[in-house]
């Protein structure tokens, strides 16, 4: 998986943001740095969000919508969350997008009610565009949500990542993302 780019409509405090990822051949790494506060853990649960309808905020967890964009909108009103990711995975370039639909219920509702919710995953492998109707299986196959915390990490957990207890649990992980433990289990059952 390649990352492209990631774009945040009203997403927490990501009101209309994105960032286009580093594609180079020699400069071909994005850094996420910022204070406490900036927003990198944000960015961190908009990819699980994205891909695993999971976020893990230490405050106020189910809060998805932008306060700013809670603020200006009317009860009654909906205000829509998304989050975009392109990226180029087995030589087919992928566009998908998560959205959750929040009605603010009266003026001092800066949470929203979810009214409604969607996952779309877009693919070309030069065939044309193919929308699938398995959109979460699609992304599960790419990156398995059992494997999500090796790939979705911020700063004070690489510490633990790179320690020499989890040299296994690493193995096994890229073991898994390469088909190489359904290839050894094939190999022992013949």
Request: aromatic letters at 8%; proline letters at 4%.
């Amino acid at each position: 998986m390649k990352l492209h780019r990631l774009a945040l409509h009203n997403f927490r405090q990501f009101r209309d943001d994105e960032i286009e990822f580093a594609r180079g051949d020699t400069d071909n790494v994005t850094v996420i740095h910022g204070a406490n506060g900036s927003g990198k853990t944000t960015l961190l649960n908009a990819f699980t969000w994205l891909l695993y309808e999971n976020v893990d905020f230490d405050t106020r967890p189910d809060r998805l919508a932008s306060e700013g964009a809670m603020a200006t909108a009317d009860p009654g009103e909906e205000v829509t969350v998304s989050v975009t990711l392109e990226f180029l995975h087995d030589e087919a370039q992928y566009k998908t997008t998560r959205t959750a639909t929040y009605e603010k219920q009266s003026p001092s509702d800066f949470d929203g009610v979810q009214t409604d919710t969607d996952l779309v995953v877009e693919y070309d492998d030069g065939s044309g565009p193919v929308r699938p109707g398995n959109p979460g299986n699609v992304l599960s196959q790419i990156i398995p949500e059992r494997l999500s915390e090796l790939f979705f990490f911020d700063g004070e957990d690489i510490d633990e990542l790179a320690g020499i207890d989890n040299q296994d649990r690493i193995q096994e992980s890229i073991q898994n993302i390469m088909g190489l433990t359904i290839l050894e289990r094939a190999t022992r059952h013949l």
